[in-house]
């Protein structure tokens, strides 16, 4: 008993997870002013590719562990719907829409994460993450429609015109969002007995595999990299993909979907307070607002509501003839009033035999119940 509590001290707590957790859409929402100020933003396909490929060779090496039998269709399956067709659908959102919108899109896969987990892994969602998914989204929503937020408000930041909404950009971030959606939950329903570093290697590779022909049909050769490529690249692969993945699949191991799902409303959150920090872009009162919603509703969406205690389990014996003569006479013996005499003594009243007689009659019913129990156990020789 005592090994199992310091087992259960010395485990994780759940907010140890949620911290795990957080590295990834920290580091994903750095990867926007990496991106934007380091990387060649006119190949974004060989951009996945760079990015995906050496990320998935270095977790390989570290797990040194390949797929067998059917992780080989799994890790081909998740890689399509986690890296590959989830880049080329970001990358055809993000030349459609503006990012502001195309963010706000994305940030709706908190609730499809919660939706999804409830039919396909049997995680029904309870009040209090619903409740925090839908302050994150409000948030998202203030802090990047609000406007003022240069590469995050788009076109409409920068001249005050209501933004362009193409539908295909709308399908396409929608798309992207719902595909990766469903390849989480089914990353934490495959995932089970198997190394979260073999598991990730198996899909990034699959995945840059999966986008390579696009780059080369879409964009050619490969980019040429400068020395600030070189160390952009290099922050992309190893943080913002190999440990960002790691952590992300390591949340979905420990935690519920939909937990994981609010977690990942802290990307755009990183986004726009980097891009203020480090790039001096505009953070007005909408950014702040924003901010603060998101925050109170991964919060939120972390408490869990206590579990109303049981009561304790009542034994009732089995009514038997014997049983309820004895209930009876107890009860009418109980019923009626005191016959003693004014001037008799108190101590000698609660000592007459006729008081006694109800107690006599329980007595003797529970003994007769007792002996029809055991001429019933005598009878089955079986019945334990």
Known sequence: MEANRADARRAPSRWTWVLV????????????????????????????????????LLLLALARSRPRGSWWWKSLVLGTLNVGAFFVLVYVASQLLPSSVASTL???????LMLLAWPLLRDRPTVLPVVGAVLGFVGVAVMLLGGGVRGVGGAAGATGAAPTIDPLGVAASLAAMFMSSIGFILTKKWAVGQKTLAITSWQLIAGAVLVLPFAVLVEGPPPPIDAPAAIGFAYVTVIATALAFVAWFTGLR?????????????????????????????FGPAQAVGT?????????????????????PTFEPAATPALATARTANASATARPATTRPDAPQEDAHLRPRDLAPVVDVRQGLRDHCSEHDDVAGRHPGHD
């Open 21 to 56: 957790t957080a590295i990834a859409p920290i580091a994903w929402g750095s990867n926007y002013f990496v991106t934007r100020h380091f990387l060649p933003l006119d190949h974004p396909l060989w951009g996945a590719v760079l990015r995906a490929l050496p990320a998935g």
């Open 106 to 112: 994305m940030a709706t896969s908190a609730a499809v």
């Open 254 to 282: 420990h935690l519920p979907a939909g937990t994981v799902g609010l977690v990942g409303l802290l990307n755009p959150v990183t986004g726009v307070l980097l891009g203020t920090l480090l790039a001096a872009e505009p």
């Open 292 to 312: 603060v919603l998101v925050l109170a509703g991964v919060i939120v969406g972390q408490r869990r509501r206590r579990p109303t205690p049981l009561a304790a």
